[in-house]
């Protein structure tokens, strides 16, 4: 069975403080790797996709890295702005649906 | 704008009633799902559609039904059989789903919260 874990469940960081997230996977063939931002209330918003391991993708303050069992989100030099529930979902590569599994999330809050 | 589109925002459900949860999605994705979002739990996925008039139950479909008549729809119900229905339900949708697309990212509303009075 996909499992997915991430940690910590909850992260306090100053403004300016910069941070990683972790996101633990096991999974029969991994097909892709996502990040997701929520914010309270509200949808998930996509970040990233990664594919295989080594690979690194970034946006704005948010960089994710990918090895075979985890991935990072790293957050440099963070923002009140930042401050939201971060999801990790993976996708097994057995799946014809494309069904995603997912993490519980951590929540980020980022004091000014 | 493309997007999707999620409604009511905020649903109350008496005992024993049946409600519908809308979901409608301008982006022209052939496939469509639905997942429960609990405090503290990850998402768990109740139901998908790949194509038009056919879909498959997730993980949690019991109490649950969907329908899939045109591709930009596929509204939930919430039966009187589902036991603990208060929840936050999600709509995505993501352009394929065969293993050979690299078009996975699934693409999500902005929910819908059930309360059961």
């Known amino acids: 069975e996909d499992q997915v874990t991430q940690s910590p469940e909850a992260l306090r960081l100053q403004e300016g403080e910069s941070s990683s997230l972790n996101c633990s996977y096991t999974?029969?063939?991994?097909?892709?790797l996502f990040w997701y931002r929520q914010d309270p209330g509200k949808g998930p918003e996509f970040l990233f996709t990664?594919?295989?391991a080594g690979e690194e993708k970034e946006k704005e303050r948010l960089k994710a890295t990918l090895t075979k069992k985890e991935s990072f989100l790293h957050i440099t030099a963070p923002k009140p702005e930042d401050s939201a529930t971060y999801l990790c979902?993976?996708?097994?590569?057995?799946?014809?649906?494309?069904?995603?599994?997912f993490g519980q999330g951590t929540i980020l809050t980022v004091h000014p | 704008d493309g997007g999707i589109t999620q409604s009511p925002k905020y649903l109350f459900r008496k005992e024993g009633q049946n409600v519908t949860l809308s979901c409608e999605q301008n982006?022209?994705?052939?496939?469509m799902y639905w997942y429960r979002q609990d405090p503290g739990q990850g998402l768990r996925l109740i139901y998908y559609s790949q194509i038009v008039n056919d879909f498959q139950k997730g993980d949690i479909a019991e109490g649950y039904s969907v329908s899939r008549e045109k591709k930009e729809s596929f509204p939930l119900t919430v039966t009187s059989a589902q036991k603990n229905p208060t929840a936050f339900y999600l709509c995505?949708?993501?352009?394929?789903?065969?293993?050979?697309?690299?078009?996975?990212?699934?693409?999500f509303g902005p929910g819908t919260r059930l309360t059961v009075l």
């Open positions: 982006l022209n994705h052939d496939a």
């Open positions: 990664l594919y295989s």
């Open positions: 995505a949708s993501s352009i394929a789903t065969r293993l050979s697309s690299s078009y996975n990212e699934q693409f």
């Open positions: 999974v029969s063939g991994l097909r892709g």
């Open positions: 979902a993976v996708q097994a590569g057995g799946t014809s649906y494309g069904k995603l599994t």
